[in-house]
């Protein structure tokens, strides 16, 4: 919500729509989490071999291990990392841990499964590594890459300004502080809530 949608698609709407889009991107992911647990109870019935605590593991290191990879690169050096250089090292982590830890014949023994057809082994060539692996897999290559692209001087800037907005005390989303845009037009302060429609 405030990240994507208020910057986006509803930065001039009040705080009652943010509440209530928060509302609904809750429902959707819970609907979303109940699926996933659905596949894989699935999975687990049809094939007793799979284990829940591993795939749960590792879906979190694959996941988490791009991320720490970017805090890492942000926070260890100054002027290194950029929107394009973190898009490409992310994708990059991802792919790696996919290979390194023989997702994609994860994936397609699933779907064979699945359609009553054979299992697929790897060749063997890559190492292969455990899911406990895969934050750290992700991580490396993720700042071995992004170290690669320099900071925007623009995006330094900014970061300077956002960190100053920061330590002022205002609770809300950066995208809806007067500073970020240049002013908000037609809101006025509330002593309740601190902004309200004016």
């Known amino acids: 919500t405030n990240d994507w949608y208020i910057p986006y698609f509803a930065r001039r709407r009040d705080e009652a729509h943010h509440v209530a889009a928060a509302r609904v991107f809750t429902a959707i992911f819970a609907l979303l989490m109940i699926a996933i647990a659905g596949i894989f109870a699935w999975a687990s019935i049809r094939d007793p071999s799979v284990r829940i605590i591993p795939v749960v593991l590792g879906i979190a290191g694959f996941i988490l291990g791009p991320m720490l990879g970017v805090f890492l690169l942000g926070m260890l050096t100054r002027q290194r990392g950029s929107d394009r250089g973190n898009l490409i090292a992310i994708s990059a982590g991802l792919v790696s841990t996919i290979v390194l830890g023989d997702l994609h014949i994860d994936a397609a023994n699933l779907i064979s499964s699945a359609l009553g057809g054979g299992r697929f082994s790897s060749f063997g060539i890559l190492p292969s590594v455990s899911f406990t692996w895969y934050a750290v897999v992700g991580a490396v290559v993720v700042m071995g890459i992004g170290v690669f692209f320099p900071t925007p001087p623009a995006t330094l800037e900014q970061a ?11 609770d809300r989303p950066v995208a809806m502080r007067d500073d970020a ?18």
């Open 181 to 198: 845009r240049g002013g908000a037009a037609g809101l006025t302060p509330s002593p309740v809530l601190g902004r309200g429609r004016g």
């Open 160 to 170: 300077e300004r956002r960190a100053a907005q920061a330590a002022g005390g205002d």
